[in-house]
C-alpha cells in the first residue's frame, strides 16, 4: 500500500517535471522505459511530442511502445531522437559511462537524466535501501553505481554535454519520508550537446 503511494507520487511528479523540459514538438527516446507509465502520463500532457522505448526486458503489458536492447548499444542510428531520457537507469547500468555515451550518439540535442547523487551522510547506504526495496523483487540489476555530483559534472564534460538545467530539490517523497529519502540524492538534468562536440 505504502509502496503503492510512493510509486503515484513519484510517478505524477517525474511526468510533470520532465514534461516542461523537453523540446517542442519532439521525438524522444525512453531508455530502461519499463512499462511506460511516465511516458505515457507526459504525452497526455504534451501531445506535442512523441514518446517510444527500449528497455533489457521487456513487459507483458507496455503504455508505449518498447524494443528490446542489451543495455549497453542503442539500437538506433546517431541523431536519431530529438532528445533521450534516462530516468533511474544509469545506475543500474553495467557500464554506466558507455550507456549515457550512447544517449548523446543517438540524441540530435537534448539528454535528460533523473538519478542519484551519493551525496552527503549515509547517501551511498540509503541509496542502497531504496533501490533493495524497489527493485530486487522484479529481477532488476543492482550495481549500485552511484556517482557523486562531481563525478556526474565530470563525466558531462567528458562526452560532450553541458547541464542547462539541474534540480537536486524534487521532493518525490511526502513527509516524512522526504527527511530522509529525498534530502540531495534525487536530481533531474537536461544537458545540451556541445556544438564542435565528437560524441
Same mark, same amino acid.
Given at each position: 500500500m505504502l509502496h503503492n503511494l510512493a510509486f503515484g507520487r513519484r510517478v505524477k511528479i517525474l511526468a510533470s517535471r520532465i514534461s516542461?523540459?523537453?523540446?517542442?514538438?519532439?521525438?524522444?527516446?525512453?531508455?530502461?522505459?519499463?512499462?511506460?507509465?511516465?511516458?505515457?502520463l507526459i504525452m497526455k500532457t504534451r501531445p506535442d511530442v512523441s514518446i517510444s522505448g527500449i528497455d533489457v526486458f521487456i513487459r507483458g503489458s507496455t503504455q508505449i511502445q518498447v524494443k528490446p536492447f542489451d543495455g549497453f548499444t542503442i539500437p538506433y542510428a546517431?541523431? +536519431?531522437?530529438? /532528445?533521450?531520457?534516462?530516468?533511474?537507469?544509469i545506475h543500474h547500468a %553495467?557500464?554506466? %559511462?558507455?550507456?549515457?555515451?550512447? /544517449? +548523446?550518439?543517438?540524441?540530435? #540535442?537534448?539528454?535528460?537524466?533523473?538519478?542519484?547523487t551519493r551525496e552527503g551522510l549515509l547517501g551511498g547506504s +540509503?541509496?542502497?535501501?531504496?533501490?533493495?526495496?524497489g527493485n530486487a523483487r522484479h529481477g532488476v540489476s543492482l550495481p549500485y553505481n552511484y556517482w557523486t555530483k562531481r563525478q556526474w559534472e565530470e563525466t558531462f564534460k567528458k562526452?560532450?554535454?553541458?547541464?542547462q538545467y539541474w534540480d537536486d530539490r524534487i521532493n518525490l517523497y511526502a513527509w516524512p519520508?522526504?527527511?530522509?529519502? #529525498?534530502?540531495?540524492?534525487?536530481?533531474?538534468?537536461?544537458?545540451?550537446?556541445?556544438?564542435?562536440? #565528437?560524441?
Open positions: 516542461s523540459l523537453l523540446p517542442p514538438g519532439a521525438k524522444v527516446l525512453d531508455v530502461g522505459c519499463g512499462d511506460g507509465t511516465i511516458d505515457s546517431t541523431e +536519431t531522437f530529438d /532528445a533521450v531520457l534516462l530516468v533511474d537507469v %553495467e557500464a554506466p %559511462e558507455i550507456l549515457l555515451q550512447e /544517449a +548523446t550518439r543517438v540524441s540530435i #540535442d537534448t539528454v535528460i537524466i533523473k538519478d542519484h +540509503t541509496l542502497k535501501l531504496m533501490d533493495w526495496v562526452l560532450g554535454l553541458s547541464a519520508a522526504t527527511l530522509i529519502f #529525498d534530502r540531495a540524492l534525487h536530481f533531474i538534468a537536461s544537458l545540451k550537446k556541445i556544438s564542435g562536440s #565528437d560524441n
